[in-house]
């Protein structure tokens, strides 16, 4: 108001002008408050998933490292299983093996890969790659 001080004998009435000047200088900084909230909000959820996808990626990077270090018959059980979705009994027809080995394959190579993933990364990966690999 005192720097404007020359417009003021223009108004009419300054109760009037002084309310609907404060009014809007508040709103003006509700709005500044709301949108650097709404842009912290923004950059927090976009690094957020940033980091989830490349942990993700990490993740899966262990998963292959794991399991290419399988033996070749149990690598090849694995992947037929979890890759490529197939059901044990279709497992034991296409390797020409028992059910009771494929089992046992996945048993060993489940193992061998949570083993590995908890030497490389730590618990919180195993975690993961639990509900990933079973």
Do not use: C
Not at 64 to 79: C, E, F, G, N
Not at 115 to 124: M, N, V
């Amino acid at each position: 108001v005192w720097m404007s001080r020359e417009t003021l004998p223009h108004v009419g009435n300054i109760k009037a002008f002084l309310w609907v000047m404060s009014k809007n200088m508040a709103i003006d900084a509700w709005r500044k408050v709301v949108n650097r909230e709404a842009k912290l909000k923004q950059y927090l959820t976009e690094s957020a998933l940033e980091r989830e996808d490349a942990e993700e990626i990490n993740y899966f990077t262990l998963l292959d490292k794991a399991v290419a270090q399988l033996p070749p018959q149990q690598q090849k059980v694995y992947l037929l299983s979890r890759r490529h979705r197939m059901k044990q009994e279709e497992i034991a027809n296409t390797m020409g093996i028992s059910i009771s080995t494929v089992k046992y394959y996945l048993q060993l190579s489940i193992a061998a890969i949570t083993k590995q993933i908890k030497s490389d990364a730590g618990l919180s990966a195993a975690f993961f790659l639990l509900f990933v690999v079973v």
